[in-house]
Each structure stands twice: as structure tokens, then as C-alpha cells.
């Protein structure tokens, strides 16, 4: 699985909070979603709805995740209306 130029970029700016020494394992993870997202969609490469969808997907799980993406990707300026079902 590929992914754009602008997707990798994403996903290392979604990455950015998670500290250094976890971020490899959450990066793997996170990556196994967004590709089972990209499947999916019968794509070849991941694009950037790829990668959010992936990122909530993974790290939603609690609650209090729900609350930090929710907010990491409102400051980043991302509309939450497309995941609000992710993100219930």
C-alpha cells in the first residue's frame, strides 16, 4: 500500500502528539487501519479521508481518546461532520 505525497504527510502531522517512544507502535496500528480503510474503498493508495478516517478509527477507542482527536483535529481546522459516527 502507497500512499500520496500529501496523505504521509498527514499522518506524520496526526502522529506528532503521541510521544517519541510510543509513536512506532501507534504508527503501525494506525497504519493497518488506514490501509484496511483504503482496501475498502478499492484503492491502491491511501489518500487523506483514508488516513483521518484511519487515525480516528484506531484511536477512538475511549472515550478520552475520542475527546483528544476531537479536538487535535478541530485546531488543525478539520471538518468533524464527515466522522461524527466515528466519532459517537
Avoid: C, H, W
Wanted: hydrophobic content about 40%.
Amino acid at each position: 500500500m502507497n500512499y500520496t505525497d500529501q496523505s504521509k504527510a498527514l499522518l506524520e502531522e496526526l502522529l506528532s502528539p503521541i510521544p517519541f517512544f510510543a509513536r512506532p507502535m501507534a504508527k503501525k496500528m494506525i497504519e493497518k487501519q488506514i490501509f484496511a480503510e483504503a482496501q475498502q474503498a478499492g484503492r491502491e493508495t491511501a489518500t487523506d479521508e483514508d488516513v483521518l478516517r484511519g487515525y480516528i478509527i484506531a484511536g477512538a477507542k475511549k472515550e478520552a481518546d475520542r475527546d483528544r482527536i476531537k479536538k487535535f483535529l478541530t485546531e488543525k481546522g478539520y471538518d468533524l461532520s464527515k466522522y461524527a459516527d466515528l466519532l459517537a
